[in-house]
C-alpha cells in the first residue's frame, strides 16, 4: 500500500485523530468544521406603516429569506390566546422561521410607559407567556427614552425602579426558561448603563436586545456599543447609521446596512466571538434625523460624558458626511420601508454571507 495517498478509509481516520488531537489541546478551530452560519432576521418595526399582523409579517420576512422574525409588540397579534398563539407559530415554523418576542416600557417611572398590559410585573408575566407559546428564548423589553435622562432623579433613579422590577419578576422569569432582553432604546442609555442595569438585577436572566442605531443616539460609537453589551446580549435591533459634524455637535441618521458608517465586517467578526448564538436582526429606520448639540454645557447635564467614548464618536463624525434629507410622497413610505429591510438583509446574505439561507 502507497502510505503517501492513504485511502479514503485511511485518510478518514488520521483526520478523525489529527481532530480529536486538536481538541484536547485546546484548539477549536482545528477540531472544529466551519463556522456555524450566524442568522439573520428582520423587526417588524421595519415595516410599521404597512400595518401587518403577524401572519402578513410571516409572509413577508420569508419571502426576502429571513431566518428569525422579531415581532417587537404585542399589538402584532390578533389575540393572545393559546389557540391562535399556536398557529402564529406552526405558520412560522412552516416558513422555515424562529420567533422573537417583545414588547416596550417595563419601567413603571418612565414617560412611556402605558398600563395596557397591567402593571410593570404583569406585563412581563405576559410577555413570558406569549414568548413561551411562540418558541421564542426570550422576552424584549425597553426602560424608556431619553426623556428619561431629564425626569426627577435622571437616568439613574429610572435604571433603579426598572432593576426593582425586574428582581421582582425574578423567580417567575427562572421558571419559564425565558430570558428578558432590556434594550439601549431611543437614547435612555449609555452602553455602561445598560450594563450596570444587567448586572444589579442579575445576568442569570436578563440580558441586552442590542440596538447598534440608538447607539449613536448616546454618542457612542456602535462598535464600542457591541464591546460593552456583546457577552450580555441574546437579541438584537440593528441598523446603520451616518453622523457628521455640525457647529454644536453633530447631526445622526439612521441608513439600511452597508450605507453608513459602520465597518460591517468587523461589527459581524466581534459578534461571531461575543454572541455568534444570536441572530442579527435588522429594524430599519431610515432616514430619521436628529442632532446632537454636545459641544454646549447644557447638553451634558442630561448624558454621562466618558471622554473616551466622545473620542470615539467624533472619530466616526469626522469620517461621515451630511445627507439629503429623504422626503417622501404621501403613501410612498410603505414601498420605501420595504425596500430599505429587503436591501438591508440582502447586504448581509450576498455581501457577508450571513444567515442560513444560502
Known sequence: MDILSPSPARRHFLKTIVAAGAASLGCPLLAAGPEPKIKVGMDNFAVRALGWKAPQLIDFAASIRCDTL?????????????PYLRDIKAKADAAGLALYVGSWSICPTSNVFKNKWGTAGEHIALGLRVARALGSPVF????????????????????????????????????????LSIENHGGDMHSWELVDLVEEAGPDF????IDSGNAAWTLEDPHDVLENLGKFTNCSSLRDEMIWETPDGAAVQWTAVGEGLIDWPRYVARWRQLCPAVPIQIETISG??????????EF?????????????FEALAKKGHALEPIKLAPGADKE?????ITR???????????GEKG
Open 70 to 82: 422579531f415581532i417587537s409588540d404585542l399589538d402584532a397579534y390578533e389575540s393572545l390566546e393559546e
Open 140 to 179: 424584549r423589553a425597553v426602560l424608556g427614552n431619553m426623556a428619561d435622562r431629564k425626569s426627577e432623579g435622571g437616568i439613574r433613579a429610572r435604571i433603579a425602579d426598572t432593576v426593582k422590577v425586574l428582581k421582582a419578576s425574578r423567580s417567575r422569569v427562572l421558571d419559564s426558561g425565558i430570558k
Open 206 to 209: 436578563v440580558g441586552v436586545n
Open 288 to 297: 430619521s434625523l436628529k442632532m446632537f448639540p454636545y459641544k454646549t454645557e
Open 300 to 312: 451634558w447635564k442630561h448624558y454621562d460624558k466618558h471622554p473616551e467614548a466622545l473620542a470615539h
Open 336 to 340: 420605501f420601508q420595504k425596500s430599505e
Open 344 to 354: 438591508s438583509i440582502k447586504y448581509l446574505r450576498e455581501t457577508l454571507g450571513l
